[in-house]
């Protein structure tokens, strides 16, 4: 039998704001969270290689229905417009048509394994805890916060007996691969999925001890960029100074884009949307991964702009990969090709359609005829935000700090990309992230893992904003 709220502290009343927080924590304490993470995070749902994982990203589908359909929901999965990407899963549960209706989203795809370079006594596909971190892959990206999210929903459902407003749930499969099919499944059931905010969770917190709220991404766009001179190496000792070196010219090219503290020299890269709310909002943003995290350096990044300024309202470039030759095993030869795979974070205001002609024609005038810039295969992430005094904002932000006792950090996008845009684009709703997870989790990577004092705090706060949605106050 599990713990109710009153169990815990006969104080609290039944049926109030506080049982709901307090049936989230018990679900924690009691250890129910880890045994359905745990469950969860052991289905191999790589999409990087799909092919090999369908029957995997179908078996976290039948997961999530067996998780939500208890709970009142009718689920229902559809293939994936993309023949490149998993299935979709729609789950609904309409309280009243009169009622605001909240949407929330999540992925169950993760990044690749890497089981090679975890450390030791670790599993990518087992959950570990080792003093505050609780390992494994999915931990922090993303089964572990939708996890949170739908445990919220529940507490508050076991608390009043119903919801008091509408809800929707779209889980996909096909995140870490760019979301392909997404865009298009929502504009087919744009209006089967309608709503009228979206609360969602992804991404870090400002600072580990910090609830954050950001209502956006950055855009990204992936390109390579390229000097092909000629057919085969030829000879150092023999050539060298007498024919074109195609690294030597790639370097100075992409060195002519930022300047020697990476401040970008392409005057369309360089936004004008950096608003007095945007940095009356960030003014007091303190960037921070955590202890195991790098720390902010301050001679790095536009001079002009505080950190948080620099990687939530300003545009970065950076080089992601640089190959010539066989690295691997130089040779005395002078390379006939150099190639880097680049990549532009850019916030709204920036012309996406004009990134690539930009660079173009900023090589050009530059003296490098020679290089070529190709747009990657991998689509584009749309840059997306709500301005910090957005009513929802405001409505989400004291929710969060009624919970927690704490004031809450408001970005007005994450540094990263999702796919934002399908929500406040194709969907049009007002958008709010609350991440559990903080910048050190090493997602993507090995050993990637989530902070228990996160969790347990996202739980609690998950419970009081959806609590709060059937509250009086909540924005028309």
């Known amino acids: 039998m599990t713990k109710t709220p009153t169990d815990i502290d006969p104080g609290i009343a039944p049926g109030t704001r506080e049982a709901a927080i307090a049936r989230a924590s018990a679900y924690y304490d009691d250890g129910r969270f880890f045994i359905d993470l745990a469950r969860r995070v052991a289905i191999r749902t790589e999409s990087q290689i799909f092919e090999e994982r369908k029957p995997d990203m179908d078996a976290y589908m039948a997961e999530m229905r067996q998780t939500l359909e208890p709970l009142g929901y009718t689920t229902e999965v559809f293939a994936n417009p993309s023949p490149m990407a998993g299935p979709l899963l729609v789950a609904e549960r309409i309280e009243d048509p009169g009622l605001k209706t909240v949407f929330t989203y999540g992925h169950g795809d993760v990044v690749r394994g890497q089981e090679d370079r975890w450390r030791e006594g670790l599993s990518p596909w087992e959950i570990t805890i080792e003093g505050e971190k609780m390992y494994g892959r999915g931990t922090a990206d993303n089964k572990g916060q939708h996890s949170i999210n739908i445990a919220a929903l529940a507490a508050v459902l076991e608390t009043r007996g119903r919801l008091g407003f509408n809800s929707k ?275 993507h990577a090995p050993d990637e893992h989530a902070l228990l004092t996160i969790i347990q705090e996202g739980l609690q706060v998950m419970a009081g904003l959806f609590w709060d949605m059937a509250e009086d106050g909540t924005p028309e």
């Open 169 to 443: 749930i779209l889980i996909e499969t096909g995140e870490e691969s760019g979301s392909p099919g997404l865009a298009k499944f929502a504009e087919a059931q744009k209006q089967r999925l309608a709503s009228d905010v979206l609360i969602a969770s992804d991404g870090p917190r400002l600072q580990p001890d910090r609830p954050t709220l950001f209502m956006g991404s950055r855009g990204s766009m992936v390109f390579d960029v390229t000097v092909d001179l000629r057919e085969g190496a030829h000879h150092s000792g023999n050539w060298g100074g007498l024919i074109t070196n195609p690294a030597l010219v790639l370097a100075n090219a992409l060195a002519s884009v930022a300047d020697k503290r990476g401040q970008i020299q392409i005057k369309e890269w360089r936004p004008s949307s950096l608003t007095n709310s945007i940095r009356m909002a960030l003014a007091d943003c303190e960037v921070d991964g955590g202890d195991d995290g790098p720390s902010v350096e301050p001679d790095w990044g536009e001079e002009s702009l505080t950190p948080a300024e620099r990687v939530f309202a300003w545009n970065s470039f950076e080089i992601l990969a640089f190959t010539a030759g066989t690295p691997e095993r130089p040779v005395n030869a002078i390379p006939p090709k150099a190639n880097a795979r680049c990549q532009l974070r850019f916030v709204v205001g920036t012309d996406v359609d004009d990134i690539v002609p930009a660079l173009r024609r900023h090589f050009t005038a530059a003296g490098f005829p020679q290089v070529t810039v190709t747009q990657a295969d991998r689509g584009v992430m749309q840059a997306t935000r709500l301005e910090p005094d957005h009513p929802w904002v405001r409505w989400a932000a004291a929710s969060l700090q009624q919970t927690t006792g704490k004031k809450p950090a408001v970005l007005p996008n994450l540094g990263g990309s999702l796919p934002n845009d399908v929500f406040s684009e194709i969907l049009g709703m007002p958008t709010l992230w609350v991440p559990h997870s903080y910048a050190s989790c090493s997602q």
